[in-house]
């Protein structure tokens, strides 16, 4: 019989990515919402070009990029408040029930980890931040590999270090593309739909479907 892994990825996932300016919500302004939604989407975007045009830059730099073209799309901040938002970033608030979800998996028996874009010193101490230190085997980061999901190569990353085979992992994602990139590789993957989005890639399906982390414990027997 094989491992039981569960991997997880991290920003979206396990950690709410509009925290961060949610927390500074006074000093970037009305304009706050907006600035998160495209620092979000543009920190993405810059991932997936600099993967499919073979320019290597570490998730910061992408990060960094992506809040810059935010701030001058939605309106100028001082220097000190853009500043805080990137420290800020690297303490995301988790999202409320990771911890006990974790919990719930670990007392099953399976094997956990994350495996994100995110650079190795961000993923350690977001996970520090949010006490979920003692809850993970692995924390993988794409940069070991120098490209970002959905290569298969960073999906590959977590085979090699579990010496697992594909029907080990299930993969577990709020980002629908991730969901899509993990089916396409092999992984059982599981959408975490918290805000109810319509599907997409309806050639890449998700395994299952959950509204939250604690809908994952019964997937273990399921498996």
């Not at 993957?189 to 309806?202: I, L, T």
Request: a neutral charge; proline letters at 4%; one cysteine or more.
């Amino acid at each position: 019989m094989g491992q039981i892994i569960f991997v997880f990825d991290a920003y979206g996932t396990l950690f709410d990515v509009h925290s961060a300016v949610a927390r500074l919500k006074p000093e970037v302004g009305p304009q706050a919402d907006r600035l998160s939604e495209v620092w979000r989407a543009k920190t993405l975007e810059y991932t997936w070009i600099r993967t499919a045009s073979g320019r290597p830059a570490t998730f910061r730099k992408c990060l960094i990029n992506g809040l810059d073209f935010a701030i001058a799309a939605t309106g100028e901040l001082g220097v000190d408040t853009r500043q805080r938002l990137l420290e800020a970033y690297d303490s995301l608030t988790a999202f409320p029930e990771v911890k006990d979800a974790l919990l719930a998996l670990k007392k099953t028996g399976v094997r956990l980890a994350i495996l994100s874009n995110g650079d190795p010193d961000m993923l350690d101490t977001a996970v520090r931040s949010a006490g979920l230190e003692h809850q993970f085997d692995q924390l993988l980061s794409a940069s070991e590999v120098g490209v970002f999901k959905p290569s298969a190569r960073v999906y590959r990353l977590a085979m090699t270090k579990f010496g697992a085979s594909r029907e080990d992992i299930t993969f577990v994602s709020s980002n629908r593309w991730d969901v899509a990139g993990a089916a396409a590789f092999g992984f059982r993957a599981v959408w975490v739909n918290r805000s109810h989005a319509p599907d997409e890639y309806a050639d890449m399906p998700a395994s299952a479907v959950v509204q939250d982390l604690h809908g994952l414990p019964p997937l273990v027997q399921a498996g």
